[in-house]
T-cell receptor, first 115, second 111 residues
Framework: DTEVTQTPKHLVMGMTNKKSLKCEQH?????MYWYKQKAKKPPELMFV???????INESVPSRFSPECPNSSLLNLHLHALQPEDSALYLC??????????????FGPGTRLTVL | AQRVTQPEKLLSVFKGAPVELKCNYS??????LFWYVQYSRQRLQLLLR??SRESIKGFTADLNKGETSFHLKKPFAQEEDSAMYYC?????????????FGTGTRLLVSP
């Protein structure tokens, strides 16, 4: 299995809802990432997990809460989002370490709409 | 700060014409550079990376440290090359984990 999968594909939520995005990979990668991508813009890094520990948080608001339950799974918990948080949320994974290729493998994304 | 610049938002060429997508970077260390591509309705995927010095789908890119550039080239564009192309730099000072993306260039190849 050489793909990163993400569920759901689409999500519509109100500002008071709580929802979660899920990401899974079975390539044995020990680094996993969440990105936010607005229309016609490049992906913006949100979080990086390395060996299931949060290693980078790009000053993301606390209404986004990441979780890495094991080496294959990455979640993004959403609560009290704002309409401007509507975007495509991408998950990625890669090998970990200075000797690794650095190639990040991306999932198809979850298209989030906040009403 | 590390920065990746792609000066062209849109590059429109005819099939069979040569293509060059420009990428310049600023980085104080030794960079690792990548080109990622996003075809319509497909996920973002790696096209090539400078370390491997490979040619993928006829595309090549050479790292020019003197000019701090990593331009993507193809001698004869095909319609199926139409896509969004992102140049990206891997930052060593974050333990190699962080990719910084340029703003992207949309390549449109017309018949």
């Amino acid at each position: 299995d050489t793909e990163v999968t993400q569920t759901p594909k689409h999500l519509v939520m109100g500002m008071t809802n709580k929802k979660s995005l899920k990401c899974e990979q079975h390539m044995g990668h020990r680094a996993m990432y969440w990105y936010k991508q607005k229309a016609k813009k490049p992906p913006e890094l949100m979080f990086v997990y390395s060996y299931e520990k949060l290693s980078i948080n790009e000053s993301v608001p606390s209404r986004f809460s990441p979780e890495c339950p094991n080496s294959s799974l990455l979640n993004l918990h959403l609560h009290a989002l704002q309409p401007e948080d509507s975007a495509l949320y991408l998950c990625a994974s890669s090998q970990q370490g200075s000797g690794s290729s650095g190639t990040q493998y991306f999932g198809p994304g979850t298209r989030l709409t906040v009403l | 700060a590390q920065r990746v610049t792609q000066p062209e938002k849109l590059l429109s060429v005819f099939k069979g014409a040569p293509v060059e997508l420009k990428c310049n970077y600023s980085y104080s260390g030794s960079p690792e550079l990548f080109w990622y591509v996003q075809y319509s309705r497909q996920r973002l995927q790696l096209l090539l990376r400078h370390i491997s010095r490979e040619s993928i789908k006829g595309f090549t890119a050479d790292l020019n440290k003197g000019e701090t550039s990593f331009h993507l080239k193809k001698p004869f564009a095909q319609e199926e090359d139409s896509a969004m192309y992102y140049c990206a730099l891997r930052q060593r000072d974050t333990g190699f984990q962080k990719l910084v993306f340029g703003t992207g260039t949309r390549l449109l190849v017309s018949p």
